[in-house]
T-cell receptor, first 115, second 115 residues
């Protein structure tokens, strides 16, 4: 059973470009979470999605960031017009049941570098 | 509201000596507590979890942690460090009373093992 997959593992973008990060949850998991890890920081929750629905986006910056989890295909975290401060590691996690499940499985992360 | 404080950003021990990684938490309700380990270029791996059962929790790779409500602590220990234990460790709290905001992570402790 493959774990949570994220791609790309490393992404370099120039300021002003768009970044698209993909997350494929574990088989049988319909809940996806995105976290951001800034240097010297713990992971910070960004958004929680179920298939075709955003359940909680309280951790998402109000502008330039969006997320989706379509009926088919991976979850996408999209960052428009990237700035240097967006440079971070972005982790995706998935779970079989809801957010109070103890079993969130994490992917290896995507390291975004904005030049 | 909940929060996690990992008291040491870096801990260095010699191989074969005990490991202690400290974590204090605050939570409005009865929390669930976890320790995750992150090796370079890997996703986070669950080491152990406390979910209101036994206060002394045993995890993988010889790690264990004790939940002390009176001290609001959940320190991670291991009797004898191994070189392969070198990694980043995150203490995490989940408020079981609700919130779709997933987990709250500490800032991490970097464990260094000296030969």
């Amino acid at each position: 059973n493959a774990g949570v997959m994220q791609n790309p593992r490393h992404l370099v973008r120039r300021r002003g470009q768009e970044a698209r990060l993909r997350c494929s949850p574990m088989k049988g998991h319909s809940h996806v979470y995105w976290y951001r890890q800034l240097p010297e920081e713990g992971l910070k929750f960004m958004v929680y999605l179920q298939k075709e629905n955003i359940i909680d986006e309280s951790g998402m910056p109000k502008e330039r960031f969006s997320a989706e989890f379509p009926k088919e295909g991976p979850s996408i975290l999209r960052i428009q017009q990237v700035v240097r401060g967006d440079s971070a590691a972005y982790f995706c996690a998935s779970s079989r049941v809801g957010p109070n499940s103890y079993e969130q499985y994490f992917g290896p992360g995507t390291r975004l570098t904005v030049t | 509201a909940q929060s996690v404080t990992q008291l040491d950003s870096h801990v260095s021990v010699s191989e074969g000596t005990p490991v202690l990684l400290r974590c204090n938490y605050s939570s409005s309700y009865s929390p669930s507590l976890f320790w995750y380990v992150q090796h370079p270029n890997k996703g986070l791996q669950l080491l152990l979890k406390y979910t209101s059962a036994a206060t002394l929790v045993k995890g993988i790779n010889g790690f264990e942690a004790e939940f002390k409500k009176s001290e609001t602590s959940f320190h991670l220990t291991k009797p004898s460090a191994h070189m392969s234990d070198a990694a980043e460790y995150f203490c995490v709290v989940s408020d079981v009373r609700g919130g779709a905001d997933g987990l709250t992570f500490g800032k991490g402790t970097h464990l260094i093992i000296q030969p």
